[in-house]
């Protein structure tokens, strides 16, 4: 109900009151509103800009991993940043480093930084970040700064289990653990499990498949132990050559441990409800469900290099619809400047046993990005591969392209990327692999894909094109929105032809689409492929609490002729995240269950969390408050009150306060997490404590049981009803119920079942 109606629905009162209702009504929501969003110290509240507040925004800086003793804030008299000299003297920080800081002060213009800045002063790296409120400084000399470490463990899980009436069983089982040691030192492993059963047919396999101890140095590190490349972390491979060990040891430089993980997507079109299931080398390496018609799979999730993988689609009993060899190019092409990154490593080759030695080299050479590698193993096995990337601007168009010439002891070849974005003329991208079989070291065939996109009027129009090895599928799909009166609603209609071991003659259509209204969403899909027809509806509920997000949800499906029926639930929360499935398909019943998190110890204590990419957490405590439950996200990940929560945080990233996020508009909260993080170290686990101050918010209007409404004065607050029933109420305390006492009667009000804003009284 809109604020005009809950005005007007008071009949009989007086324009004054009229007047005043409304205005205390708008006060009052514009109150609710600002209050929607979590305000914290160190922190940018909702609704404001960085240069509204800069004038009186103070800042916590290190200096080479060092907290400096005192704030350093914005002086509008000196028109740039400052801080107390004489705190700082009687904190024991040296008058040379005061001269230093003052120097880097002077030479930074503070107003030019708008969300933030990385820059070069006086020979120290400058990491201004407004949003988190921090300024790190550090030596050009040492870009690794050696933080303190100690014994903790991070270990991420992921369980997968499914079952179906015809003698189908499947499970899946993988986990990866970062034990952190004293003296910037870890170990990781990685470890799986399968077994599956079809009728008669069985298959099993586990074993750990990564292994190492690493120590970081002052500016390079030391792993030795054992690398199968299928753990290689998404982005962090920067050639096409990223050979496998069985045994090795690695010298390298700390900047060579950085991670680009934005690689893109893949999109898949699907004729059957059920899973993806990607494989490589014969083991499962991600599953996905699978939705009729267009399903994008985020390659953030898969493992870094350029490799093929066989992707299945699986009904929810276990039959394998199709499969299709796939190439993935999961590099991280692109540096940043200044960027200087090497390694070398010498051990034996994983499939072969000889000796292997290998070296890297990425730097930027000015002009444009260099990678390099070199293999060299034994019976005269060898390869080296060399690229070169240069990002640019043309016009409003970013360009970016790379070329990349391979060669080894059966040959040479190359690749091409091309990559085009602007304004007027879209989304452009071309690449080209050519004879990648050049070694032993060097797997794949040629292949092609070509990508285009461009907005329409309201609809963004794509065209993709792939060929690899005797596969080519062409994809064209027009997507839209469509929003009226807050309700969300997404279209896309699209064709393939050939793939997914289709005949290049036969042609697949689909259409998406998804209607969202506050937490209801409901889709429908549609397909044609291979002479059949399939259909596909979902609804689902999501719900958000103090410690994450419930859904629940059924979709029903027709393929040809044969009706589905699916059941399931989900949980993202603070303790991981949580799926089941329950379903009838193909005269078949059918069970899905997976887990996915992480556990995180340290000699403070013990706690589940979402999963950890990185291998870093915190620990969060938060405190309880008497009588109220409350939640916010930090970092990314949901916590609520009176408790210890583990929070995933990326490595090598310093934070002073960590970023907090409100999730309810009914208390307004002040929340500082200072967790003076330099360089979060993989196995590391920190613990912070939460401060949290609260005001629970009560507003709308009081009516009694025929509907007038009850106005007066709130005893417990001192707070006014006014004549349309209209409050509104500050508390720092639970109020369950409130009393309000007029010239004529007493009325309790009850606030815990509020009803479209209105709460229930009765007379006393």
């Not at 988190?132 to 997968?160: G, K, M």
């Not at 986990?175 to 298959?203: C, E, V």
């Not at 870093?616 to 930090?634: C, E, K, N, W």
Request: contains cysteine.
């Amino acid at each position: 109900m809109s604020i005009k109606e809950n005005t007007l629905s008071v009949k009989g009162r007086s324009y004054l009151v009229l007047c005043q209702s409304t205005f205390l009504t708008f006060m009052i929501t514009i109150q609710a509103q600002a209050s929607d969003q979590l305000k914290f110290v160190y922190g940018v509240p909702a609704g404001f800009s960085e240069s509204e507040i800069d004038d009186s925004a103070k800042y916590v800086a290190t200096m080479d991993g060092n907290t400096l003793p005192d704030f350093i804030s914005y002086s509008p008299q000196l028109n740039k940043l400052s801080f107390d000299h004489q705190k700082y003297r009687r904190n024991a920080v040296t008058p040379e480093v005061i001269a230093k800081l003052q120097k880097i002060l002077d030479q930074l213009d503070y107003k030019q930084c708008q969300n933030g800045c990385d820059l070069m002063i006086a020979g120290e790296h400058v990491t201004v970040d407004k949003a988190r409120r921090a300024i790190t400084l550090r030596s050009s000399e040492s870009d690794y700064i050696r933080p303190t470490t100690s014994w903790s463990l991070v270990h991420n899980q992921n369980v997968d289990i499914r079952a179906a009436s015809d003698n189908y069983r499947a499970m899946n089982i993988n986990g990866n653990a970062w034990l952190g040691m004293p003296k910037q030192s870890f170990a990781y492993l990685h470890w799986y499990a399968s077994r599956t059963r079809m009728i008669d047919n069985r298959s099993h396999n586990q074993g750990i498949s990564t292994f190492y101890l690493q120590k970081n140095l002052a500016s390079t590190y030391l792993r030795a132990g054992r690398q199968n490349s299928i753990d290689y972390n998404s982005g962090s491979v920067s050639t096409m050559l990223a050979p496998s060990f069985d045994q090795f040891v690695t010298l390298g430089s700390q900047s060579n441990l950085r991670v680009n993980d934005d690689n893109g997507e893949l999109v898949l079109f699907s004729t059957d409800e059920g899973n993806y299931e990607f494989y490589r080398n014969g083991r499962m390496i991600l599953k996905r469900p699978a939705v009729l018609g267009r399903n994008a799979i985020n390659l953030d999730d898969l493992p870094g290099g350029y490799y093929s993988v066989e992707i299945r689609l699986v009904d929810r009993n276990g039959n394998i619809i199709n499969r299709e060899n796939h190439p993935i190019s999961n590099v991280n092409f692109n540096g940043f400047p200044g960027y200087v990154a090497w390694h070398l490593t010498a051990g034996r080759d994983l499939s072969t046993d000889g000796h292997l030695l290998e070296a890297g080299l990425s730097r930027d050479l000015r002009w444009f990005f260099f990678n390099g590698t070199a293999i060299r193993g034994s019976q005269r096995k060898w390869a080296a591969e060399g690229n070169i990337s240069r990002p640019e601007t043309i016009g409003d168009i970013q360009v970016t392209q790379t070329l990349g010439v391979m060669s080894g002891e059966k040959g040479t070849g190359g690749y091409l990327n091309l990559a085009l974005n602007g304004n007027e003329l879209g989304n452009l991208s071309y690449s080209r692999y050519l004879n990648n079989h050049v070694s032993h070291y060097s797997y794949g065939s040629s292949s092609s894909a070509f990508s285009y996109s461009r907005g329409l009027g309201g609809a963004l129009l794509a065209y993709n094109y792939s060929r690899y090895s005797n596969s080519e599928a062409h994809q064209l799909e027009a997507r839209w929105n469509y929003r009226p009166n807050g309700l969300w609603s997404t279209f896309s209609l699209g064709v393939q032809k050939g793939g997914f071991q289709q005949s290049a003659a036969n042609y697949g259509v689909y259409f998406n689409t998804t209607w969202t209204l506050d937490r209801v969403q409901g889709s429908f899909s549609a397909a044609r492929s291979g002479g059949q027809t399939q259909l596909s509806g979902d609804y689902r509920h999501a719900d958000t609490d103090t410690y994450g997000t419930t859904t629940l949800g059924t979709t029903v499906s027709r393929i040809s002729n044969t009706n589905n029926v699916n059941l399931y639930a989900t949980r993202e929360g603070s303790r991981g995240d949580v799926s089941l499935n329950l379903g009838h398909h193909n005269n078949s019943n059918n069970a899905d269950l997976n887990y996915r998190g992480m556990v995180a110890a340290n000699a403070h204590g013990m706690a589940f969390g979402r999963y950890s990419n990185s291998g870093a957490a915190m620990l969060i405590s938060t405190p309880a408050l008497q009588g109220m439950d409350y939640g916010f996200d930090v970092e990314g990940s949901p916590v609520g009150s009176g408790g210890t929560y583990a929070v995933p945080i990326s490595s090598y990233q310093d934070i002073a306060f960590a970023r907090v996020n409100s999730q309810g508009s009914t208390q307004d909260m002040n929340v500082e997490i200072p967790a003076n993080i330099t360089r979060a170290h993989p196995g590391q686990v920190y613990s912070a404590k939460a401060s949290v101050d609260i005001n629970l918010l009560y507003h709308g209007f009081l009516q009694d049981a025929q509907g007038e409404p009850v106005s007066g004065t709130i005893l417990e607050t001192g707070d006014i009803a006014y004549p349309n029933g209209l409050f509104s109420i500050a508390s720092k305390l639970l109020l369950p119920t409130i009393d309000v006492e007029n010239n004529r009667r007493r009325f309790r009000c009850d606030l815990s079942k509020p009803h479209n804003n209105v709460y229930p009284c009765s007379p006393l």
